[in-house]
């Protein structure tokens, strides 16, 4: 029995062991799950010590290009408006896990409005480039939320950093909304990115003129790669784990069944001596003919009494 209760315990453990979780790391409020806050460069433009590189959207009520907030993760985002003078702006992101989500918020203002929309960056990871982004815009107004800019399923579950970074000559907008990335650490928030991942590269498409009602939950939601991944490293641990709570159990019924036919014949054997000592009846005695002249003599002796 305590056996069985031990592998019921093993095969628990494994099962949450074996679970992968996703976690935000919003532009603005941070990572849900240590509450590491996304560390944005620089702060401020090298001529003019007041006007801010990056703002998020409380701080951008006035500008000429803000996505709706509605339609971005928690109704946040960060953005920041690159030119050469500023010689390089970096979004800074700390994470613990295995895998990593970058999701971005495109616009698409004209060229002629005199508005940048278009996007140039690079991803550093742990100091090293490890892709980039181009998005030019289509002069259609439109914005385009959740738009997976970078992903990479295949990172060392290990403490990583990562960089959103844009340098040289060119104009770039930039837009941040938030990052998902994979631990087998359980979520203290109860985001509900947490349970899924908004891993479609596909967006949703709103015109910046034209108010939408559409929420957040409405955009396209997929597994990620990692989640299949992990899914499917989960499927062995659970057979291990059912393994294991079957053989436990056969242990279990076999020593069961020993015991209880050791009890059967002590039983029985102390039945035998208690058959032994029941006294056999005598046989009948059966009557001869002399017994019976006898017997006849006798009755006529007493009537004649």
Partial sequence: MVLLVISS????HLIVAGQLINHTIDDTLG????????????DSRPENASALVWS???????????PETSLAMNGTWTSATYDSSLRNITARLS???????????????PQSTGLVSDVICDFRMDGEVVGSY???????????????????????????TFLIETTGTQLSYVIFDY???????????????SDSIRASSSSVYVSSSIPSSIGPSS?????????????????????LALIIF??????????????????????????????????????????SLDDEDHFQETLLRHREF
């Fill in 56 to 66: 998020n959207a409380l701080q951008c009520s006035g500008c000429a290009i803000a």
């Fill in 134 to 160: 181009n998005h030019t815009t289509d002069g259609t107004y439109h914005f385009d939320y959740n738009v997976l800019a970078y992903s990479n399923a295949s990172l060392k579950d290990d403490d990583h």
């Fill in 95 to 109: 994470f613990h896990g295995s895998a990593i989500y970058i999701y971005l918020i495109v616009s698409n203002y």
């Fill in 246 to 287: 079957a053989v436990s159990f056969v242990v279990y019924l076999r020593g069961r069944r020993r015991r209880v036919n050791r009890s059967t014949k002590q039983t029985f054997c102390s039945f035998i001596p208690l058959l032994r000592t029941i006294r056999q009846p005598d046989p009948v005695r059966r009557i």
């Fill in 219 to 239: 955009s396209a939601v997929a597994l990620s790669t990692k989640s299949v991944k992990a899914l499917a490293a989960g499927i062995p641990v659970g057979i």
């Fill in 179 to 193: 990052a998902l990335y994979t631990n087998n650490q359980v979520s203290t928030t109860g985001s509900t990115t």
């Fill in 31 to 42: 990572d849900e799950l240590t509450g590491f806050k996304v560390r944005y460069s620089p």
């Fill in 9 to 12: 315990f093993l095969l628990l």
